[in-house]
């Protein structure tokens, strides 16, 4: 079936660093979207991506839709303590079932 | 705020109980959703609503009964659970389209089977 790697799985970084997050699939896809959760709460999207090459900003947060669609990435400038979360990545198929694919997730700490 | 309301938030129940958790959205969508999560696992899609319709089962335990009463309330019914039913699990709602579809997500239930 379809399925999404999302890498890494976990990070540990210190406050201020940047982070980079990817996910890649042998699908294509034709929106690509970046979620974050909280501890004990739903996730929350961040960015939605629907064209090859987007390049899209949500504060430091800024994502890429690949340009093979089979791919996106995520990054996050300068972290700070509460971008701590677990960052998802999902993508909607092409085709009429429009099927969203989630990814693994990605476990964000950050050091102050 | 999402726009999208889980009641209740934590829920613990025995394995003969009978309980159904309730999901509400405000946001004038379409199409909504019952996704599982469970420890180091990734979101499992349970059912799909769109217009009140159920359109997916991914292959769910007929312990775990939805009701979709209209485009706005969504529910999920449970009884008889087992132990590794033990998950939050998720609503979600989004518009109904082909392409650029957005899943806006609640808070879920945190759900715990003794």
């Known amino acids: 079936g379809q399925q999404l790697n999302q890498s890494p799985q976990s990070m540990f970084i210190q406050e201020g660093e940047d982070v980079s997050m990817n996910c890649t699939s042998s699908?294509?896809?034709?929106?690509w979207l970046w979620y974050k959760q909280d501890p004990g709460e739903g996730p929350v999207l961040l960015i939605a991506?629907?064209?090859?090459?987007e390049l899209t900003s949500n504060g430091r947060l800024t994502a890429q839709f690949g340009i093979t669609r089979k791919d996106s990435f995520l990054n996050i400038s300068a972290s700070i303590p509460s971008d701590v979360g677990i960052y998802f990545c999902a993508g909607q198929l092409t085709g009429n079932t429009g099927k969203l694919i989630f990814g693994q997730g990605t476990t964000l700490q950050v050091k102050p | 705020e999402t726009g999208v309301t889980q009641t209740p938030r934590h829920l613990v129940m025995g394995m003969t109980n009978k309980k159904s958790l309730k999901c509400e959205q405000h946001l004038g969508h379409n199409a909504m959703y019952w996704y599982k999560q469970s420890a180091k696992k990734p979101l499992e899609l349970m059912f799909v609503?769109?217009?009140?319709?159920?359109?997916e089962n991914n292959s769910v335990p007929s312990r775990f009964s939805p009701e979709c009463p209209n485009s706005s309330h969504l529910f999920l019914h449970l009884h008889t659970l087992q132990p590794e039913d033990s998950a939050l699990y998720l609503c979600a709602s989004s518009q109904v389209t082909g392409t650029g579809k957005k899943l806006f997500f609640g808070s879920g239930t945190q759900l715990s089977v003794l």
């Open positions: 609503y769109n217009f009140k319709e159920q359109t």
């Open positions: 699908s294509i896809f034709n929106t």
């Open positions: 991506l629907y064209k090859a090459g």
